[in-house]
């Protein structure tokens, strides 16, 4: 016999229906989280039902209800359909790589330089960004696309608070990363 759970398993009722309020409100999440998609709205609607069953949340207040089914239905927007399994487009969007070929550059000293300033910006860049937890580097890279901070909340379903606090937080850092760099510059001459 294997060792008890930590956590037991939630009670689930079988019989369980959701009430009209609940049904709407998650139709409305759904609803909302589908404009993009038109034929994502059924499925993200029973698998946030059906998040609340599993989670045994059904006599649970509302707000709770629909905090749970707005989380499984962003998990499921960000895997795509349910059956797939593949990252949504939406979600994670291609990085543009730039090549510079290093070979043929010219033989100028100003092309040499161009390049030799693009390879020094891009280092700095890999520095900074390895400084940076995930959802940070996330973040920035929204902010880079354009997108505004209630924008990027709603995409990674944060409050709206959260973008503006954790650009503040990517700021502090580089500032910190910058005085450092320059330290180590000016103590090695």
Known sequence: MGRPRKHPEPPRDPNWEPSEALRAKVHYLAWRWSLDRPD????????GLLAIWLKGETEAPLNHQLRTAKN?????RKLGQSVDGKLDRSYRRPRPWGMVSLDHTGHDAASRSRVEEYVVERLAIEEVLALLKPHEVETLGLVYQGFEYPEIAARLGQYPHVPYRTMQEIRRKVRRYLRWSEEEISGKE
Not at 72 to 76: A, D, K, N, P, Q
């Open 72 to 76: 499984r239905m962003l998990s499921v």
């Open 40 to 47: 994502y709205l059924k499925d993200l609607y029973q698998e």
